[in-house]
């Protein structure tokens, strides 16, 4: 990890980039030092090969209590088509696209705007005490990261009405019951089930890796017959890969395939 004092703590393992919220006294809330921070760091990922997978957490047992309210008078200044810097920029947006897998490694909090980050990521691991919401209605807003769209993609319109509406709490167990968590694991250790994960998945072929993750988001944005052609085009360009070839090789040579994503 970098300086103890850094906004977002970043740490390589292999081919994993774990980025940590290094804000425990505030929760973790996100200021702008955060997002952009964490901005940079995707950027940077996203054009490094090495870089197969990221898990997100945060610092102090605690994921993200959500937005740091003492920026909302910059945000509130903002057109809606000016300068979103204050809101993020396109943070939230770039993490739902993201051609890699992102986990998100939960432990306590994950409000507001870190229940939206957990929602962009493509797979959440909880500890069992962890507590998602987005109370935004309690403080006159409303959720401005995706949190409206998202929360109504992974557990269906009643339950995220009734969460959007009230600003309730879900439990980390409930939450995995709605299918906003994949797996609950015993508190303090969603860090290293996540990476764990994580380096399951860096194992496989990266290019087929990349084009399942696409080729599943169409899902969500696509009616099943244009789903159906994207995850053939998709298939098509794995089968023709130098990667397919390999792990096709490996297999009936009984060795552990050596990937390189081509």
């Not at 019951?177 to 072929?205: H, Y």
Request: glycine letters at 10%; hydrophobic letters at 45%.
């Amino acid at each position: 990890m970098n300086p103890d004092n850094a906004p977002l703590r970043t740490a390589r393992d292999s081919h994993l980039l774990i980025l940590e919220i290094n804000r425990p006294k505030a929760r973790n809330s996100l200021n702008e030092a955060v997002l952009t921070a964490l901005n940079t760091e995707l950027v940077a990922a996203r054009h490094d090969d090495e870089i197969r997978a990221i898990v997100l957490t945060g610092a102090g047992g605690i994921f993200c209590a959500g937005a740091d309210i003492t920026n909302f008078d910059a945000i509130r200044d903002q057109s809606l088509l000016g300068d979103r810097a204050a809101l993020g920029g396109t943070i939230w947006a770039d993490l739902g696209r993201f051609p890699k897998p992102v986990l998100a490694a939960v432990e306590g909090l994950a409000l507001g705007g870190g229940c939206e980050l957990a929602l962009a990521c493509d797979i959440v691991i909880a500890g069992e005490s962890a507590k998602f919401g987005v109370p935004e209605v309690k403080l006159g807003v409303i959720p401005g990261g995706g949190g409206t769209q998202r929360l109504i993609q992974a557990v269906g319109k009643s339950k995220a009405m009734a969460l959007l509406l009230t600003g309730d709490f879900l439990s980390a167990q409930r939450a995995c019951a709605a299918g906003i968590v994949a797996e609950t694991v015993p508190d303090g250790t969603a860090l290293e089930a996540a990476v764990a994960m994580a380096q399951r998945i860096a194992a496989n072929s990266p290019l087929a890796v990349e084009l399942a993750k696409d080729a599943a988001l169409q899902a969500l944005e696509t009616s099943l017959a244009q789903g159906l052609e994207h995850e053939k085009r998709n298939f098509h360009v794995a089968i023709h890969s130098a990667d397919s070839r390999e792990g096709q090789a490996a297999f009936l040579a009984k060795r552990a395939p050596e990937f390189t994503g081509k």
